[in-house]
């Protein structure tokens, strides 16, 4: 009787989510959706707020604006080449983010911004300072782009650097009796130094610095080809801060001071009379993405986050991205089948994940080239480990300078937690059956000599079908590829001269790539058509219940899941499964 009412009180909730709250979610999405179809005013200027942070991608779930965030870097690069040619914009107010921006994002957004004033249009970029952590100098390089970089008065120009930190747990699981036991491949594989190290090894330290320092040249020159003085001069005037807003516009590292309001006011003048401001997002919407034109198509392909097996990912409401191996594959097939399509530009930014799911998606762009449909790689804020396997046999590779790609290599193992959990007086005991290798993954025991062999075998033989794909891929000697793997994270700028990257640029870059693999002549206009396409919202909520069908089961499915405590147990079985630590995994680390 009591799980009866129970299952009716489920019930009851599902109908209140499904009569009350998604109707809710649908009207404000439509009042949203209208709001933002307002007209253009004749003299506008776009406001791009930069401080809430970028993904790399615009999410295909209508719901994911419920989760906060900003705008996307393909976004926004896409939105500025529209605003380029519309005569109704006159100018961009640029607000920047005090701790940084991710590096490749604003390398992207930085060569947006230079061609949007190639078309005689204003920048004015604004920075409430600039702080000593992070990716500053990636918000100053960007900010450095802009016609006037202004900066608050009372806000200080602390940027001396670039700077990271890592956490390492190993001496915390030595005290509390943690076994942390990995196999890696090779010595700069260091997603695992985190568990077994209290410090960075001499390996770790010599990619993390290397990769550092490219970021950082790479960003002051930049920033002085903008500044219009020497990397060295700005380097120096940089490194002997910090400054008060006054100093920073003495040494000419700003030009101007004043409030955002300010700014404001002087962005309106230069636009002309009657000029308004516009928010960038909204803009975004009004115009779409850019469809193009001809009988010609160029598919765009997206992927970002962890690589995943199966189908689905994200949160529906905004918990981040991921890419899963089913989802990705299956819109890079309905490319090679949509005729129209000539090419493929496959979007990027992974820092890796399972080794399965990332052969799947890498098979099918093989299929894409078996087709005849050229596939260009345009790398976002990462493309390493299983983001640099997928990749790793396109027809060509882009990259920005700064972003994070390679990372040819291999972890995986186990954290054995009986001793720690029994120092709490909780035992942790284990039962199987079967082979000997059944229990090798139970963290209550640590690996037999002989689990350990054959899983330390495993390890080996997905490092070599990696190296072994790079190889047939960039077209190098197998022995080379060796050389520059060991798991090692390299820049872009660092991997285009060792023969891992093809061209430094971004989505443009690619795509123009793209029209001359395909042979598709520079005058002929062409279609973007984008893969996977976004989900409407009956099908985003259908997804997010778990279930499809009529509305009863949608229901009843509901009230199963909330209140039936077989249904509860599956779920967090689920989740403990996907969350251990098994077999191979292709990650790279992520230091931002």
């Known amino acids: 009787m009591k799980q009866f009412f129970l299952t009716m009180l489920g019930v009851f909730a599902g109908l209140f989510l499904f009569l009350v709250v998604v109707p809710f979610i649908l009207i404000t999405m439509a009042i949203s959706s209208a709001s933002s179809k307002a007209p253009t005013p004749s003299n506008t200027v776009l406001e791009l707020d930069l401080r809430e942070g970028v993904t790399d991608q615009a999410p295909t779930n209508p719901f994911a604006v419920f ?12 939105t500025l080449a529209q605003a380029e ?9 640029l607000r920047l983010p005090e701790a940084g921006i991710t590096p490749a994002a604003a390398d992207e957004i930085r060569q947006a911004v230079r061609r949007f004033r190639r078309s005689g249009k204003v920048v004015i970029a604004h920075a409430q300072g600039f702080q000593p952590v ?76 290397a990769w550092m320092t490219s970021i950082y040249t790479s960003a002051l020159a930049n920033a002085a080809q903008d500044r219009r ?8 005037a940089i490194e002997a801060g910090p400054y008060s807003s006054a100093q920073a516009l003495q040494r000419r590292l700003i030009d101007k001071i004043g409030q955002v309001e300010e700014a404001e006011a002087e962005a309106k003048r230069r636009a002309g009379r009657g000029a308004e401001i516009m928010e960038f997002g909204d803009y975004a919407s009004s115009k779409g993405e850019r469809a193009g034109s001809g009988r010609n198509a160029i598919a765009i392909v997206g992927g970002e986050g962890a690589i995943l097996t199966g189908t689905g990912g994200a949160d529906p409401f905004g918990g981040g991205s991921s890419i899963m191996s089913d989802d990705l ?52 804020d990462y493309a390493a480990s299983g983001g640099y396997w997928i990749s790793s046999e396109a027809n060509w590779i882009v990259a920005q300078p700064s972003t994070l790609t390679g990372s040819i290599g291999v972890f ?19 039962l199987s059956v079967g082979g000997d290798f059944a229990d090798s993954f139970s963290p209550s025991e640590p690996f037999e000599a002989a689990d350990r062999a054959a899983f330390a075998a495993s390890i080996d033989r997905t490092y070599e079908e990696f190296i072994a794909r790079v190889a047939r891929g960039r077209n190098l000697p197998a022995a080379r590829v060796r050389e520059i793997a060991r ?39 062409v279609r973007f058509k984008r893969y996977p396409e976004a989900k409407s919202p009956f099908a985003a909520l259908s997804e997010a219940f778990g279930v499809s069908g009529e509305a009863a089961r949608v229901l009843i499915g509901i009230g199963g899941v909330l209140n039936d405590p077989q249904a509860e147990a599956a779920v967090r079985q689920l989740r403990t499964e996907r969350a251990r630590t098994s077999g191979s995994t292709v990650l790279a680390d992520q230091p931002y």
Not at 229 to 236: D, F, H, K, S
Not at 346 to 356: A, H
């Open 67 to 78: 989760g906060g965030g900003g705008l996307s870097t393909m976004q926004i690069v896409d």
């Open 329 to 380: 594959a299956e819109a890079i097939y309905d490319a090679i089948e949509d005729d129209s399509v000539k090419a493929i530009v496959f979007r990027v930014s992974s820092p890796g994940g399972s080794p399965d799911a990332s052969e799947q998606i890498l098979a099918a762009v093989r299929a894409a080239k078996a087709a005849g449909k050229p596939v260009v790689i345009s790398m976002g």
């Open 487 to 525: 798991g090692r994270v390299w820049t872009g700028a660092q991997a285009r001269s060792i023969g891992l990257v093809d061209q430094l640029g971004g989505l443009e870059e690619a795509i123009a790539k793209a029209r001359q693999l395909a042979r598709i002549p520079a005058e002929e206009s």
């Open 134 to 209: 992070g990716t500053a100098v990636s918000s100053y390089m960007l900010g450095a782009s802009a016609s006037e970089l202004w900066m608050q008065n009372t806000s200080s120009f602390q940027l001396a650097g670039f700077s990271t930190e890592s956490i390492f747990l190993g001496r915390a699981f030595e005290k509390y009796g943690v076994n942390a036991q990995f196999e890696q491949r090779y010595e700069y594989k260091n997603a695992v130094n985190e568990f077994t190290e209290s410090d960075y090894t001499p390996a770790h330290r010599e990619a993390m610095s």
């Open 85 to 93: 040619d519309d005569h109704r914009v006159k100018a961009l107010l």
């Open 412 to 430: 995986g193992g186990k954290l054995v937690l009986a001793d720690a959990l029994g120092r709490f007086g909780i035992d942790m005991r284990n």
């Open 229 to 236: 003085v020497t990397p060295q001069a700005l380097r120096a």
